[in-house]
């Protein structure tokens, strides 16, 4: 798997987890003001969403018996990754309405940071996962996280 791939579905499984969306958009302070402060999503309902996906995951993955240590070692890092940016969304949501450009920049680059970590830790456990998968999966898991195809595909049928 190329190199890009494997970051594109490793970001792909990772924000999948988290399931809150990604750090908020740059808004400036005064839209920001006439808008109403996001909904937190209760940690009850993360775990639930990230269960949720986990199990979509396995089953579009179409893991095999032999490989659920594999998958489990997967999971392990996925919601441990999870588990460590929940608290980093959570601050920046709370804050979004009232933090300075600086506060938002290194809000971010925390986000940034421990996502970059939680990468790195996925890569190795994935690459595991992936080595002991048939051509077949392989060839699934390739087309369900190349991004580059679904973008030029919808441009294509604009």
């Known amino acids: 798997m190329k190199t890009r791939n494997v970051l594109m579905l490793c970001t792909a499984l990772f924000v999948g987890a988290a399931t809150i969306a990604a750090a908020e958009p740059l808004a400036s302070k005064d839209s920001a003001a006439t808008k109403p402060a996001p909904a937190h999503t209760s940690k009850a309902a993360t775990v639930d969403a990230g269960e949720a996906r986990i199990a979509d995951l396995h089953a ?13 070692s997967v999971t392990e890092v996925m919601r441990g990754n999870a588990k ?22 290194t809000s971010y680059a925390e986000i940034a940071d421990v996502h970059a970590d939680g990468i790195k830790k996925f890569v190795p456990v994935f690459t595991a996962l992936y080595d002991s998968m048939s051509d077949a999966q392989k060839k699934n898991a390739d087309t369900m996280f190349r991004r580059g195809e679904r973008k030029s595909t919808a441009s294509k049928s604009r």
Do not use: H
């Open 60 to 72: 579009k993955l179409k893991i095999t018996p032999a490989q659920e240590a594999l998958w489990s």
């Open 84 to 105: 460590a940016m929940e608290p980093l969304r959570k601050a920046r949501s709370d804050k979004t309405l009232t933090m300075t450009a600086v506060e938002d920049f």
